[in-house]
Each structure stands twice: as C-alpha cells, then as structure tokens.
C-alpha cells in the first residue's frame, strides 16, 4: 500500500506541476525568409556574419556592407537572404580584388537614393 500512495502523491505533484508550466512553440521563421527559401538558425547565422566582418576588415569592403545595409540600423538586422545575398556579393568582390579585377567594371556597386 505504501507504494500505491507514492504513487498518487508523485501524480498529484506531476499535475501541479504541469498545470503551472506554459507551452510555448517553436519560433517560426520570418515571412521574408519563409518566402525567399532561406533561413538561417542562429550558429550558421553568427557565422555568416563573422564571415562578412571578416571580409570587410580584411579587403576593405565596408562600402559594400554600408550600401547593402542602407535600410536597416545594423547588420544584424538583416533578414537571411539578405544576409545571404551580402555575403555572396562580398565573396566576389573579394576574387575580384585578388585577381586583380577593378570593382567599378562588376555589378556590386548600386545607387542607393533617399527616395
């Protein structure tokens, strides 16, 4: 008998217990990313980041990331492709400077206006 009223105490203290925790769900990713098929977790989005500071110290592309961050504070206010697409650009404007390509003959510099 002293294993049956264990028991019912252990329940009783399961029930309260659980009556008191809140569900939560999972975070879903921002309708950006969820449109644009990327999406970053935080490690792989750290990454990504370090990688463009990386590259903005190192060949002196911080133009690239100041044109590209225009519209937002910072760059960690970047969504996933945004962040994806900043990095790719980076990467090759980092192979142009390597090879010797002059930057003004690519793409990568864009006309931001106010307007």
């Not at 029930?15 to 990313?33: F, H, I, M, S, Y």
Request: glycine share 6%; with cysteine.
């Amino acid at each position: 008998m002293g294993g049956s009223m264990e028991k019912e105490k252990l329940r009783q203290l399961v029930d309260e217990v659980g009556k008191r925790l809140t569900v939560v769900a999972a975070p879903k990713p921002r309708q950006e990313d969820a449109a644009a098929g990327v999406h970053f977790d935080e490690v792989t989005r750290n990454a990504v980041i370090s990688r463009i500071r990386d590259l903005q110290r190192m060949f002196g592309l911080g133009w690239l990331v100041r044109q590209e961050t225009f519209h937002v504070p910072a760059l960690e206010c970047l969504e996933s492709d945004e962040l994806s697409a900043l990095l790719s650009d980076m990467e090759r404007a980092r192979e142009c400077l390597v090879e010797g390509i002059d930057i003004e003959h690519t793409d990568l510099i864009r006309s931001r206006s106010l307007d």
